[in-house]
């Protein structure tokens, strides 16, 4: 098993930053690759950004492109999100990812992380 704990979520003003980390602990040499999803009020949970493990090869959700970065230290199996220019669209509980399979394409779908954490609430006020 692995365990996620996110922490860094907040209220910010629209055109502010946050930075999100995710801890990983347990068994982290399962894992193949990392995410960060969020989930806002009526509305389904969507991909972010993700990042694979053993090549740090990272992508992202066309709507955070540019503004978001993910990054990972693996000494500490942690991962980041510096999140820039916030939107009041941001708004959601964001929510940390692993999954334990190898893939060669861009994990975007929430079924493919089998591990989650327990989310953090990002407010952006205009």
């Known amino acids: 098993q692995v365990q996620l704990v996110e922490s860094g979520g907040g209220l910010v003003q629209a055109g502010g930053s946050l930075r999100l980390s995710c801890a990983a602990s347990g068994r982290t040499f399962s894992i193949y690759g990392m995410g960060w999803f969020r989930q806002a009020p009526g509305k389904e949970r969507e991909f972010v950004a993700g990042i694979s493990w053993s090549t740090s090869t990272t992508y992202y959700a066309d709507s955070v492109k540019g503004r978001f970065t993910i990054s990972s230290d693996y000494a500490k199996n942690t991962v980041h999100l510096q999140m820039n220019s916030l939107k009041p669209e941001d708004t959601a509980v964001y929510y940390c990812?692993?999954?334990?399979?190898?893939?060669?394409?861009?994990?975007?779908?929430?079924?493919?992380?089998?591990?989650w954490g327990q989310g953090t609430q990002v407010t952006v006020s205009s």
């Open positions: 990812a692993a999954r334990d399979t190898r893939r060669t394409v861009p994990v975007t779908r929430a079924y493919e992380y089998v591990y």
